[in-house]
């Protein structure tokens, strides 16, 4: 059974990054594509980013020029960056295992990180 | 981006009953639309993809229909462990974006 934990600080200073690590169990992380997903109660799921077996990603326009996601294949773990951070990116950030076949659709995921931005 | 709504908010149910909730989205999505079923202080888990294929591992209760901009989410026979939030979630295009929720709870 694939198992996903997401790691990272829970409080973030206003204007800094945000960066957490989605480390993957009794999977190989290049077999999938991998999402991040997050949950604030304000905006409800949105959807922030995917990156493929490729290496290639794809992110939410509406956070792409702050966004940056990377796998460590040596590691089984894909990574988020997210910069200048405001008290809007205050949420539960989940990463999530694609289905494959050509479904973008998330059939494993964490158990999600509160990520708070706060000075 | 794609808009999807769903209805109704909250849905009041009993046991046994069938019950439907619907997904609506701003243009058409073919048949690119999930559900999930989330739980308070749970990730949300992938009920139907591709509108109507059950994930493996979810009970035959659950079905999905539609394409195009309307889809619905049936249960045939509530049972105590289905009261929970539902989304939907198209991935026609991107951003792939959520509905709002549904909360169904227990009359």
């Known amino acids: 059974q694939v198992q996903l934990q997401e790691s990272g600080p829970g409080l973030v200073k206003p204007s800094e990054t945000l960066s957490l690590t989605c480390t993957v169990s009794?999977?190989?992380?290049?077999?999938?594509?991998w999402s991040w997903i997050r949950q604030s109660a304000g905006k409800g799921l949105e959807w922030i980013g995917r990156?493929?077996?490729?290496?290639?990603?794809k992110y939410n326009p509406s956070l792409k020029s702050r966004v940056t996601m990377s796998v460590d294949t040596s590691k089984n773990q894909f990574s988020l960056r997210l910069s200048s951070v405001t008290a809007a990116d205050t949420a539960v950030y989940y990463c999530?295992?694609?289905?494959?076949?050509?479904?973008?659709?998330?059939?494993?995921w964490g158990q999600g990180t509160l990520v708070t931005v706060s000075s | 981006d794609i808009q999807m709504t769903q209805s109704p908010s909250t849905l009041s149910a009993s046991v046994g009953d069938r019950v439907t909730i619907t997904c609506r989205a701003s243009?058409?999505?073919?048949?690119?639309l999930a559900w999930y079923q989330q739980k308070p202080g749970k990730a949300p888990k992938l009920l139907i993809y591709?509108?109507?294929s059950l994930e493996s591992g979810v009970p035959s209760r659950f079905s999905g229909s539609g394409s195009g901009t309307e889809f619905t989410l049936t249960i045939s026979s509530l049972q105590p462990d289905d009261f929970a939030i539902y989304y939907c979630?198209?991935?026609?295009?991107?951003?792939?974006?959520f509905g709002q929720g549904t909360r169904l709870e227990i009359k």
């Open positions: 979630q198209q991935y026609n295009d991107y951003p792939i974006t």
């Open positions: 243009q058409s999505i073919s048949s690119w």
């Open positions: 990156i493929f077996t490729s290496g290639s990603t």
């Open positions: 999530a295992r694609d289905l494959g076949g050509g479904n973008y659709v998330s059939d494993y």
């Open positions: 009794s999977d190989s992380i290049s077999r999938f594509h």
């Open positions: 591709k509108a109507s």
